[in-house]
């Protein structure tokens, strides 16, 4: 069955990339007053907005990850990056998330791993399959973690009659899956490679195949804006108050999430090949590894929340 699953999957993904899928929605249209609210909100809950940081400053260190499976640490003064880890398997590490103690989260292909850095251990955090529905395949691109310690997940959804984009959370106390909203495209499916909370239930989503980035209500699924870039984005990356985006060879850009605006700031060192996630030291808590599995069981055994 998970085998079969699997295929699915692939052949799922295949057509998407093939092109031969339909198109998600088509054009958004939105009043002028429509935007003006959703912006009050926004900024409104954005309080003390994040700032770009001058060239040369100096940032505090943090983590990137990429392909091959390697994780490193990254030196903030000098933006030198050094392996700190190598996934099992060496599958390419599409997005991390600090979870201290040497732990950290990675997505590898449609599961979330817990990994301990220090002693190689690994264990499955959150697998999108476990909870695929009747005739359905689910792919995970990409999550973030939330103010109240979920993660927020964009999930590509394909069944026979559709392919939508969905955004879904996980709490990693309880185990509880939902499903919010189908998150809302202007022209093709995305690729939300990578979320970032700026407000509650106000995610930002890199889609580094249209090089933009998309401002999503996560309760309705509707746009605030989107964002048009110079460049294909893979990650935010926030430290501190300072919001960044960084393309997959480790340019790392300024990112003003009011406008939309970005400035240059350098280059990562010391990466080898395609450069995906990225995340500060700040500790997303996660329950201990023995945990893990019953809360994963208690999840499954609860209701899920359709739309």
Not at 143 to 158: C, G, P, V
Not at 239 to 265: H, I, K, P, V, W
Request: proline content about 3%; glycine content about 12%; aromatic content about 12%.
């Amino acid at each position: 069955m998970k085998s079969e699953k699997a295929r699915n999957r692939f052949r799922a993904f295949f057509i998407y990339l093939c092109g031969n899928a339909a198109p998600l929605g088509g054009e958004i249209e939105r009043s002028r007053e429509r935007v003006m609210m959703k912006y009050a909100l926004l900024m409104g809950a954005l309080g003390a907005a994040v700032f770009a940081a001058p060239a040369g400053a100096g940032l505090s260190d943090f983590f990137v990850a990429g392909s091959g499976g390697r994780v490193y640490s990254v030196d903030g003064s000098t933006l030198e990056a050094s392996e700190v880890y190598h996934v099992n398997g060496s599958w390419n590490v599409y997005d991390i998330l600090y979870a201290g103690n040497d732990n950290m989260l990675v997505q590898i292909r449609d599961e979330i791993r817990l990994v301990d850095m220090m002693t190689g251990a690994e264990s499955v955090f959150f697998d999108a399959a476990d909870y695929e529905g009747t005739n359905e395949n689910f792919l995970l691109e990409g999550f973030a973690a939330t103010s109240d310690n979920e993660l927020f997940m964009s999930l590509l959804q394909f069944t026979s009659e559709s392919i939508d984009l969905v955004g879904t959370t996980y709490h990693p106390g309880t185990g509880v899956y939902r499903e919010m909203a189908v998150i809302e495209h202007p022209d093709t499916i995305g690729s939300y490679i990578d979320l970032v909370e700026i407000a509650p239930d106000v995610f930002l989503g890199a889609d580094r195949h249209g090089q933009q980035v998309h401002v999503i209500n996560a309760n309705d699924g509707n746009l605030i804006d989107v964002y048009d870039l110079t460049f294909s984005p893979v990650s935010f990356l926030q430290l501190e108050a300072q919001l960044f985006l960084l393309d997959r060879d480790g340019g790392l850009y300024n990112f003003d999430a009011a406008d939309g605006s970005t400035s240059f700031y350098g280059s990562l060192s010391g990466v080898s090949g395609d450069l995906l996630g990225a995340t500060s030291y700040e500790v997303f808590s996660v329950p201990a590894p023995g945990g893990t599995a019953l809360l994963g069981l208690a999840g499954l055994l609860g209701v899920r929340r359709r739309r």
